[in-house]
């Protein structure tokens, strides 16, 4: 299959009713089912105790989560981190409802839940007709913060993995394309690039360990040395683009506050990999701090070390 076929909707064929795939219609069915009959209170208790479940039985990743506080915050205390972990579990639960709520929700009933808070900068770039790269962070409510967005008229382009299972990636294509977002396949750096030109929005995600290609070990919370994608300084660089701080966490009444509020470009050191992995650091620590209990703590955000012989020992 061809790249750009990736930046397609998956046509439905008769072959995706073969009984293997019974189970993922039967899976995305009962979810569409529940999310929109229930209402939002008590979908976002289900969810949490979901999450509660899957901490029971998910022990090793409990460990990562602790691991990962204690290494980003060494001076928080013991029980804190520990409620941080109950909590992460809690948003981890919600996140299945919350997909099922971007990708199953009519916009009618999904903009109840929306809170646009500052995002004039992009409305701003839209009238100069720039390009804008929209840092995110891999929150646990990722499908709705990107929906958001183009329920608000402000819609994007995303990197994008294509799932192995058809008719799964024939629900996902769908869902994740709700409200005029489109999908890049993530490894089509042109493709990337040209949309940036062209004045469009790219929504991208650099605050994981994505391993040693095109990466560099900047400080990260209170690791010195984590390793962060120099993906970010390419597309700015060679794009010309702004590059906007994003992100739509859910508050305390159960609404997601959407905010894009500055351009860090003037200031950013395109030109220096390192300077500008660590500069970007800096927002993304911002951006997690605004509610750090629903960011992905789940995964191994610093298993990788310059020395690569060393990889996990921080999780050993």
Not at 125 to 140: S, Y
Not at 177 to 193: A, E, F, P, S, W
Not at 204 to 218: A, I, T, W
Not at 288 to 295: H, K, L, N
């Given at each position: 299959?061809?790249?750009?076929?990736f930046?397609?909707?998956?046509?439905f064929?008769?072959?995706?009713?073969?009984?293997?795939?019974?189970?993922?219609?039967?899976?995305?069915?009962?979810?569409?089912?529940?999310?929109?009959?229930l209402?939002?209170?008590?979908l976002?208790?289900?969810?949490?105790?979901?999450?509660?479940?899957?901490?029971?039985?998910?022990?090793?990743?409990?460990?990562?989560?602790?691991?990962?506080?204690?290494?980003?915050?060494?001076d928080?205390e013991q029980?804190?981190?520990?409620?941080?972990?109950?909590?992460?579990?809690?948003n981890?639960?919600?996140?299945?409802i919350?997909?099922?709520?971007t990708?199953?929700?009519?916009?009618?009933?999904?903009?109840?839940?929306l809170?646009?808070?500052?995002?004039?900068?992009?409305?701003?770039?839209?009238?100069q007709?720039?390009g804008?790269?929209?840092?995110?962070?891999h929150?646990?409510?990722?499908?709705?913060?990107?929906?958001a967005?183009?329920?608000?008229?402000l819609?994007?382009?995303g990197?994008?993995r294509?799932h192995?299972?058809?008719?799964y990636?024939?629900i996902?294509y769908?869902?994740?394309?709700?409200n005029?977002?489109?999908l890049?396949?993530r490894?089509?750096?042109?493709q990337?690039?040209?949309?940036?030109?062209?004045?469009?929005?790219?929504?991208?995600?650099?605050?994981?360990?994505?391993?040693?290609?095109?990466?560099?070990?900047?400080p990260?919370?209170?690791?010195?040395?984590?390793?962060?994608?120099?993906?970010?300084?390419i597309?700015?660089y060679?794009?010309?683009?702004?590059?906007?701080?994003?992100s739509?966490f859910r508050?305390?009444?159960?609404?997601y506050?959407?905010?894009?509020?500055?351009d860090?470009?003037?200031?950013y050191?395109?030109?220096?990999?390192?300077?500008?992995?660590?500069?970007?650091?800096?927002?993304?620590?911002?951006?997690?701090?605004?509610?750090?209990d629903?960011?992905?703590?789940?995964?191994?955000?610093f298993?990788?070390?310059?020395?690569?012989?060393?990889?996990?020992s921080?999780?050993?």
């Amino acid at each position: 299959m061809s790249k750009d076929k990736f930046n397609q909707a998956p046509p439905f064929s008769l072959s995706l009713l073969h009984p293997k795939y019974w189970g993922v219609w039967l899976g995305f069915g009962l979810l569409a089912l529940i999310v929109n009959l229930l209402p939002y209170a008590l979908l976002l208790r289900l969810g949490q105790s979901i999450g509660r479940i899957g901490m029971r039985f998910g022990k090793s990743r409990v460990r990562i989560a602790r691991r990962n506080l204690e290494l980003a915050f060494p001076d928080m205390e013991q029980a804190e981190i520990e409620r941080v972990v109950e909590e992460n579990f809690k948003n981890t639960g919600m996140a299945l409802i919350e997909t099922g709520i971007t990708w199953f929700w009519p916009t009618w009933r999904f903009k109840r839940i929306l809170v646009a808070k500052d995002v004039e900068i992009l409305k701003q770039l839209d009238k100069q007709g720039k390009g804008a790269l929209l840092c995110c962070v891999h929150a646990l409510n990722l499908e709705i913060t990107a929906r958001a967005f183009g329920v608000l008229g402000l819609q994007g382009y995303g990197a994008y993995r294509p799932h192995s299972n058809p008719a799964y990636e024939f629900i996902q294509y769908r869902g994740r394309t709700r409200n005029g977002n489109k999908l890049i396949y993530r490894t089509d750096l042109k493709q990337m690039i040209r949309v940036l030109r062209q004045g469009h929005r790219l929504f991208y995600l650099p605050d994981q360990d994505y391993g040693h290609n095109k990466s560099v070990f900047v400080p990260f919370f209170a690791v010195e040395e984590a390793c962060t994608t120099t993906g970010t300084s390419i597309l700015a660089y060679t794009s010309k683009c702004a590059i906007i701080p994003g992100s739509g966490f859910r508050n305390s009444a159960g609404q997601y506050e959407i905010i894009a509020d500055k351009d860090i470009e003037p200031d950013y050191p395109k030109k220096d990999e390192t300077a500008a992995a660590a500069y970007m650091n800096k927002f993304v620590e911002e951006i997690i701090m605004r509610a750090p209990d629903q960011w992905m703590w789940l995964h191994k955000r610093f298993k990788s070390l310059p020395d690569h012989n060393l990889t996990n020992s921080r999780y050993q």
